[in-house]
């Protein structure tokens, strides 16, 4: 995507770096875990996920722990999972998650988003067929027999195991996410991130002018302390 690519890379990159943002960020997931999971990271895989990952992001034990015991306290509050859908400028889907205690200060603030950045924000469901829920482990490659792994994983229900870098991207359905965390688990493996992503099935190619144009739109909404996660189709890979 030549520069708008590279000012969108640094973008993440200097988001990524603001620790205090990340840890924000995975307590609300922890949050969301325990409430509807349990405190004990044995019996609910979607917790023991997000530990694996706040320690991959360096977040300190003491923030984990401090974490899933405010979740449990009774007048912790309680975050709902919303999604929004809509479109970008120049036809570019986007997707987000968030976690919020205030919905309708969240939904104020993502439809001004979009209409500041000539878009619109849809109806929920308007962008399913765009994207597909899909797991998504890496791992790094250095000491891992590939043959063994992919063996391990293909019977577990991994849908696509790619190379990138020094690493190893597992892909696999929503159904089958667990059971490829756990076969991970009891094979020993090391994973630097485990997570649901929304994939496009179908990408948008734009110029450098107009890849700006949705990228602002992007900033806007991951700058935003509500939202979790944004996804989109504009291709990146060229």
């Known amino acids: 995507m030549g520069r708008a690519f590279e000012f969108r890379r640094a973008r993440k990159e200097k988001r990524w770096a603001n620790m205090a ?10 949050s969301v875990a325990v409430k509807s999971g349990g405190p004990d990271p044995e019996t609910n895989p ?37 999604n929004y859908e ?18 309708t200060r969240t939904v104020a603030n993502v ?25 998504v482990f890496t791992i790094p490659s250095a000491g891992v027999s590939r043959d063994d792994l992919e063996l391990t994983l293909i019977e577990a229900g991994a849908d696509d195991i790619v190379e990138q870098d020094d690493d190893i991207i597992v892909y696999t359905s929503f159904a089958d996410f667990i059971s490829v965390q756990r076969a991970l688990e ?3 493996v090391t994973v630097t991130s485990a997570e649901i992503r929304r994939i496009p099935n179908n990408t948008v190619t734009l ?8 990228i602002k739109l992007i900033d806007k ?15 990146e890979n060229e």
Do not use: W
């Open 111 to 135: 439809r001004s988003y979009f209409n500041k950045c000539n878009g619109a924000l849809g109806t929920t469901g308007s962008l399913e067929f765009i994207f597909d829920r899909k797991g």
């Open 221 to 235: 909404l991951e700058d935003d302390d509500d939202v979790q996660n944004v996804f989109y189709n504009m291709n």
């Open 21 to 30: 943002r990340t840890f924000t960020k995975l307590g609300k997931e922890i």
């Open 86 to 103: 809509g479109y970008g400028p120049h036809g570019v889907a986007v997707f987000i998650e968030t976690a919020t205690d205030n919905p």
């Open 46 to 82: 979607r917790l023991r996920v997000i530990i694996q990952n706040a320690k991959a992001a360096n977040m300190p034990k003491d923030n984990v722990e401090n974490a899933i015991k405010k979740a449990m306290a009774k007048d912790s509050a309680s975050l709902e999972e919303i």
């Open 207 to 214: 110029t450098d002018e107009q890849a700006e144009d949705i």
């Open 186 to 188: 009891q094979a020993n």
